[in-house]
């Protein structure tokens, strides 16, 4: 068991990815494969929900910033909803929300995309 | 002045991603122990699960026969974890602080875990002889309580 997981909803023309359990360079290659396989169907405008994420290290912000750019220069982005303070705590100290959309909820994340489609 | 009195603990593991977990779970129950509230024990196991991280990577490039050693020592004044291992060493301090825009144009992924542990401990120190003993020590106090 590797007490983390992705799942998928798909919306129109926007996918959520989301997380749960604990990202670490153990569990990093299930959310790689996750944005691989979004980047393949083309779905680029992609929001990633860590309500449920308990724990993140420097190998799942790697994959964050690993992606970013080729799924910008498709048209597309990486946003991110409801995270924890805790998981916030790391995202800022490594200076993400410059880099990064970061949203309360999924829904205003969401109204985001729509506003700039 | 009296000595303050120190408990040790130690474990040695294989070189493994899959560990991360145990190590960390195994970190942050003595942080706690120590004196550490909840939000300082986690970021005490961050810094360990990237020290380690560092180690299965790049000292022992993901060779799972390799063994790390993790030590933790505090007081009441600290809590020190030591992590050793006998690979190909890298050093660290060569590495400048990470410029994240670059990183995202090269879609680089190395150095942000070096920078968290800076960031998130009082003192980190690396002492290297490839091959022989490589060691990383990381001291956080715990009258700094934020």
Sequence with gaps: MSGFEVSRNDYDHISVLYLSGFLDAHTAPKFEDGLQKLIKEER???IVN???LDYISSAGLGVFMGF???IREKGGDIKLSNLSPKVFKVFDLLGFPALYEIYEDEIQAKTKYSETK | MKKLRKYRYKIRFPSRTDNLEM???FVHGLAVKAGFVEERADQISLAVDEACTNVIKHAHKFNARRMIDLAVIYDKSQIEIIITDKGKGFDPRK???PDLSKYIHEAKMGGLGIHLMKTLMDEVN????PGVKNQVSM???INHQQ
């Design chain 1, 44 to 46: 680029v405008k992609i």
């Design chain 1, 68 to 70: 970013i750019e080729e």
């Design chain 1, 50 to 52: 860590l309500k449920n």
């Design chain 2, 126 to 129: 690396y002492t290297f002889n």
């Design chain 2, 95 to 97: 590495l400048q602080k």
């Design chain 2, 139 to 141: 001291v956080k106090y």
């Design chain 2, 23 to 25: 190590v960390r779970d």
